[in-house]
Every structure is written in structure tokens, then in C-alpha cells.
């Protein structure tokens, strides 16, 4: 995985999503119990973050070395705001 530079010139690619009311109500749910009531954009990113955190932990625990990100560091470019 290419490293993701840390310049402020850059601000990420971006991607739209369209949410059932379901999904929507349950983010703004999320939201509501973090300390700071991240805005949408933020708790998605959060949101991402563990995922992707939470399978690396899951494919180190298998062995699974293709599900493994090159460095943490990455992940946490992923939700710099």
C-alpha cells in the first residue's frame, strides 16, 4: 500500500454516501453518545477506522497477512479531519 503523505495540501479523496434512514438514524445514535458529537463526515471516518483496526486485529490473529495494512500510522491519515 502506497504511504499517505502527510501534508495539509492534501485533504483526501471524496466519497458520497447515500444511508437507508435506518443506517442514518443509527450513526446519528452514534454520534450522539461520543463526548463531542463528532459531525457526520467525522463519525464516518471514526466509524472506519475501527473497522479496518478491528479486521487487521482479526487477520493477525488468523495469520492473515493480506488484510494487514503497511502501517498504523495509515489508518490514522485515514480520519485526520
Do not use: W, Y
Request: aromatic share 2%; charged share 30%.
Amino acid at each position: 500500500m502506497q504511504a499517505i503523505e502527510n501534508s495539509p495540501s492534501q485533504r483526501g479523496t471524496p466519497v458520497q454516501v447515500r444511508l437507508q434512514k435506518s443506517l442514518s438514524d443509527a450513526l446519528d445514535e452514534f454520534r450522539r453518545n461520543q463526548p463531542d458529537i463528532p459531525t457526520r463526515q467525522k463519525a464516518i471516518r471514526q466509524l472506519l477506522k475501527e473497522a479496518l483496526a478491528a479486521r487487521q486485529r482479526r487477520a493477525g490473529k488468523k495469520g492473515a497477512d493480506k488484510c494487514r495494512l503497511t502501517h498504523t500510522a495509515e489508518l490514522e491519515e485515514i480520519t485526520a479531519a
